[in-house]
């Protein structure tokens, strides 16, 4: 029997979507990437769904997912103006 885990998802606060003052954005190459969800577990917004769908507008641009990569399958893309 595999445990079901609890996890919260970012909505609209009243300073809005958090996303627009991001500097940097994660970028997934799927060529690289082995699906292991590390990225999905270690982001502390909980951006990355189960697909590893990258909720832009929510996510802050830390980096931690590209960090914790075991296959550095996510690079961190500087936003444009």
Same mark, same amino acid.
């Given at each position: $029997?595999? !445990? %079901?885990? !609890? *996890?919260?998802?970012? *909505?609209?606060?009243? #300073? =809005?979507? &958090?996303? #627009?003052?991001? &500097?940097?954005?994660?970028? *997934? /190459?799927?060529?690289?990437?082995?699906?292991? =969800?590390?990225? !999905? $577990?270690?982001?502390?917004?909980?951006?990355? /769904?189960? /697909?590893?769908?990258?909720?832009?507008?929510?996510?802050?641009?830390?980096? *931690?997912?590209?960090?914790?990569?075991? %296959?550095?399958?996510? %690079? $961190?893309?500087?936003?444009?103006?």
């Amino acid at each position: $029997m595999s !445990a %079901k885990v !609890a *996890i919260s998802r970012p *909505i609209e606060g009243a #300073s =809005g979507k &958090t996303g #627009s003052w991001r &500097t940097f954005r994660p970028v *997934i /190459d799927r060529e690289t990437c082995n699906e292991c =969800g590390l990225c !999905a $577990m270690y982001c502390p917004d909980g951006v990355i /769904d189960g /697909d590893l769908k990258i909720d832009l507008d929510f996510c802050k641009g830390c980096g *931690i997912c590209a960090r914790e990569c075991p %296959k550095n399958a996510i %690079k $961190m893309i500087r936003e444009e103006e």
